[in-house]
């Protein structure tokens, strides 16, 4: 008893939502078995706080003596689960027997009188302070039905109201078929039924209207986000899952996760955190689902992970791929709240299904060196320029005098987005800072090895020193990073053990040891940049001041890397002082 009483549930309120679910059960029970069973039904649930006192009143089929020590009495035997077997009803909702326990959380004393259908001239009470003993006594007979009291403990007492009972039922009966009132409420706190289910012979709702409807419906569920659309959810041939979904209006990056679907079966909520159910990339939406199919755990606070559940994991992938599709043709106002909200998370969300890419692959904007820009805005000449490194490198210092924008490679997905776009759409991506990616911006060329010799003397500071012809002329030289030995060596570094665990870093080596690491610094020098052009000149013919024009380019190298973070490499005021140097110089010749 104690474990099942004080340690099934989360939290000891479930408590009031078993006892709404019994007396649902009880009605569901009678309708079936009463012939004569008036139409409509009601629970409510009466507050007294002064008193410390609950009550859960319902029209049921209540319970016969036998039926009370068989069924309330007797641990994990339900009278529900009998009748759902001989019936397959999709109504009922308790299984395991089990709810009432949770009343001897909440109260110190448990009343129950009931009067059965079967027998209406007879009245039952039932009373007990721990679940463990208790006595049964003939009482006046009342209306068929039944009415549980529960005299609180003091560290409940709080909940004896009825602004209390209404907060806490409801969210839990929100979608419960049966109406739920509050104290002498003439109105249910269940009376608006949910968007998805449409009244047979209703009126069709005009589109507008319909879409107002839903996000009220959402506003009530979503926490901490206002909803900016709603997708819906229908029942298919795979899964039975009705519901509705939502795009929160909450700026997000990639990796925020602020899922939240509340889950209902048979009507009532049995999981408000059921966020496993919606696909990871999908960090910006809310829901509310209900379902016959899925399968709670026994405290009904969790869900069985069988082939209901999967089947509803794909339901509301899907429902979340075509709803977003359809905000994007129908609701372009709504699609461009979501792309600026959501812009970076897209980014990842279109890499996990092509349908996705295709909506997305013209909407996203690409992080660059010149804001954010759609894709289309970063081709030049078919090709698409990527930075893989950090921002402040030669990257930025090269594009910002091509007057050209470069993706930031170190932002969320933008990398195997612009792959796969490219797989797609045609054209070259070049990865800067890779082999690979220099070779497409430099064109390599050679100087003879007594040439190479002499400028690596006077320009170098550790780097390979490469020929090359590249745009623009007016920048003789840069220092490019190897971005994939730079990885290589973070990763197979010591601290990398203690951040990764033991399978991931085996496949990174794995990797990483494919990578050539013995360069990790190059000087390109544009043979097409005059100054250059003159420096090599003045070099054969043996011209006196070379080597202290060398000496200015050696600076410049040092100045335009300072900013980045081959800058520590260097020695910044030493150039410096050069170029006063050969500025005194040049002014006294």
Request: glycine residues 8%; hydrophobic residues 40%; charged residues 25%.
């Given at each position: 008893?104690?474990?099942?009483?004080?340690?099934?549930?989360?939290?000891?309120?479930?408590?009031?939502?078993?006892?709404?679910?019994?007396?649902?059960?009880?009605?569901?029970?009678?309708?079936?078995?009463?012939?004569?069973?008036?139409?409509?039904?009601?629970?409510?649930?009466?507050?007294?706080?002064?008193?410390g006192i609950v009550r859960v009143v319902d029209s049921g089929a209540g319970l016969t003596d036998q039926e009370i020590h068989r069924y309330l009495a007797t641990v994990g035997v339900g009278y529900?689960?009998?009748?759902?077997?001989?019936?397959?009803?999709?109504?009922?909702?308790?299984?395991?027997?089990?709810?009432?326990?949770?009343?001897?959380?909440?109260?110190?004393?448990?009343?129950?009188?009931?009067?059965?259908?079967?027998?209406?001239?007879?009245?039952?009470?039932?009373?007990?302070?721990?679940?463990?003993?208790?006595?049964?006594?003939?009482?006046?007979?009342?209306?068929?039905?039944?009415?549980?009291?529960?005299?609180?403990?003091?560290?409940?007492?709080?909940?004896?109201?009825?602004?209390?009972?209404?907060?806490?039922?409801?969210?839990?009966?929100?979608?419960?078929?049966?109406?739920?009132?509050?104290?002498?409420?003439?109105?249910?706190?269940?009376?608006?039924?949910?968007?998805?289910?449409?009244?047979?012979?209703?009126?069709?709702?005009?589109?507008?209207?319909?879409?107002?409807?839903?996000?009220?419906?959402?506003?009530?569920?979503?926490?901490?986000?206002?909803?900016?659309?709603?997708?819906?959810?229908?029942?298919?041939?795979?899964?039975?899952?009705?519901?509705?979904?939502?795009?929160?209006?909450?700026?997000?990056?990639?990796?925020?996760?602020?899922?939240?679907?509340?889950?209902?079966?048979?009507?009532?909520?049995?999981?408000?955190?059921?966020?496993?159910?919606?696909?990871?990339?999908?960090?910006?939406?809310?829901?509310?689902?209900?379902s016959n199919r899925l399968t709670p755990t026994a405290s009904r606070e969790d869900l069985q992970r069988d082939d209901a559940y999967h089947a509803a994991q794909s339901a509301l992938t899907e429902a979340l791929i075509d709803g977003l599709a359809q905000v994007a043709r129908q609701q372009p106002e709504a699609w461009r709240r979501v792309l600026s909200r959501h812009n970076e998370a897209l980014?990842?969300?279109?890499?996990?299904?092509?349908?996705?890419?295709?909506?997305?692959?013209?909407?996203?904007?690409?992080?660059?060196?010149?804001?954010?820009?759609?894709?289309?805005?970063?081709?030049?000449?078919?090709?698409?320029?990527?930075?893989?490194?950090?921002?402040?490198?030669?990257?930025?210092?090269?594009?910002?005098?091509?007057?050209?924008?470069?993706?930031?490679?170190?932002?969320?997905?933008?990398?195997?987005?612009?792959?796969?776009?490219?797989?797609?759409?045609?054209?070259?991506?070049?990865?800067?800072?890779?082999?690979?990616?220099?070779?497409?911006?430099?064109?390599?060329?050679?100087?003879?090895?007594?040439?190479?010799?002499?400028?690596?003397?006077?320009?170098?500071?550790?780097?390979?020193?490469?020929?090359?012809?590249?745009?623009?002329?007016?920048?003789?030289?840069?220092?490019?990073?190897?971005?994939?030995?730079?990885?290589?060596?973070?990763?197979?570094?010591?601290?990398?053990?203690?951040?990764?665990?033991?399978?991931?870093?085996?496949?990174?080596?794995?990797?990483?040891?494919?990578?050539?690491?013995?360069?990790?610094?190059?000087?390109?020098?544009?043979?097409?940049?005059?100054?250059?052009?003159?420096?090599?000149?003045?070099?054969?013919?043996?011209?006196?001041?070379?080597?202290?024009?060398?000496?200015?380019?050696?600076?410049?190298?040092?100045?335009?890397?300072?900013?980045?973070?081959?800058?520590?490499?260097?020695?910044?005021?030493?150039?410096?002082?050069?170029?006063?140097?050969?500025?005194?110089?040049?002014?006294?010749?």
């Open positions: 008893m104690t474990v099942l009483g004080q340690h099934l549930y989360s939290t000891p309120v479930v408590a009031l939502r078993e006892l709404v679910q019994n007396a649902h059960d009880s009605i569901v029970r009678r309708r079936m078995e009463d012939p004569a069973v008036p139409e409509q039904h009601l629970i409510r649930v009466e507050g007294d706080l002064a008193a529900t689960r009998k009748l759902r077997e001989e019936t397959q009803s999709d109504e009922l909702i308790g299984m395991f027997g089990l709810g009432f326990l949770s009343a001897f959380v909440l109260a110190s004393k448990v009343t129950v009188t009931t009067t059965s259908w079967q027998t209406p001239g007879l009245g039952w009470c039932y009373q007990s302070s721990n679940g463990e003993q208790y006595t049964l006594t003939p009482a006046e007979p009342r209306p068929v039905g039944t009415v549980v009291e529960l005299v609180l403990r003091d560290s409940y007492r709080n909940l004896g109201g009825n602004g209390m009972l209404a907060k806490i039922l409801r969210r839990y009966c929100a979608l419960l078929h049966v109406p739920v009132y509050i104290g002498q409420d003439d109105e249910a706190l269940n009376g608006e039924a949910p968007p998805w289910r449409q009244a047979q012979g209703a009126v069709v709702e005009h589109t507008v209207q319909a879409r107002r409807k839903a996000l009220a419906f959402a506003t009530r569920f979503e926490e901490r986000f206002e909803p900016l659309c709603t997708l819906p959810i229908s029942a298919g041939p795979d899964s039975d899952v009705r519901g509705l979904l939502w795009v929160q209006d909450g700026a997000t990056y990639g990796t925020s996760d602020n899922r939240n679907l509340s889950v209902f079966v048979r009507g009532m909520l049995l999981d408000d955190d059921a966020r496993d159910l919606l696909p990871a990339w999908a960090g910006f939406i809310g829901g509310v689902i209900e980014l990842g969300a279109a890499l996990c299904d092509p349908r996705l890419f295709d909506l997305l692959a013209e909407s996203v904007r690409i992080p660059t060196s010149q804001g954010d820009l759609s894709v289309r805005s970063l081709l030049d000449k078919g090709r698409i320029h990527i930075n893989m490194g950090s921002p402040g490198g030669f990257e930025d210092m090269l594009f910002r005098a091509l007057h050209m924008p470069v993706a930031r490679g170190d932002r969320y997905a933008v990398v195997p987005f612009l792959r796969e776009w490219v797989s797609r759409h045609g054209g070259v991506l070049i990865e800067l800072g890779t082999e690979h990616g220099n070779r497409k911006l430099f064109s390599e060329d050679s100087l003879p090895a007594n040439e190479l010799d002499w400028l690596n003397q006077v320009l170098g500071n550790g780097e390979k020193l490469v020929p090359a012809r590249f745009e623009p002329t007016a920048l003789p030289l840069v220092v490019v990073h190897d971005r994939e030995a730079e990885l290589k060596r973070r990763l197979e570094a010591d601290e990398a053990d203690k951040r990764i665990s033991v399978a991931a870093l085996q496949l990174v080596r794995a990797f990483t040891a494919q990578l050539d690491d013995s360069v990790t610094r190059r000087l390109y020098l544009n043979l097409d940049n005059p100054a250059v052009t003159q420096l090599l000149q003045a070099y054969r013919q043996g011209h006196p001041q070379a080597e202290e024009a060398a000496g200015l380019l050696q600076a410049l190298k040092v100045i335009l890397a300072s900013g980045a973070e081959q800058g520590g490499q260097l020695d910044l005021n030493a150039a410096l002082g050069r170029v006063n140097r050969i500025f005194s110089l040049l002014l006294s010749a």
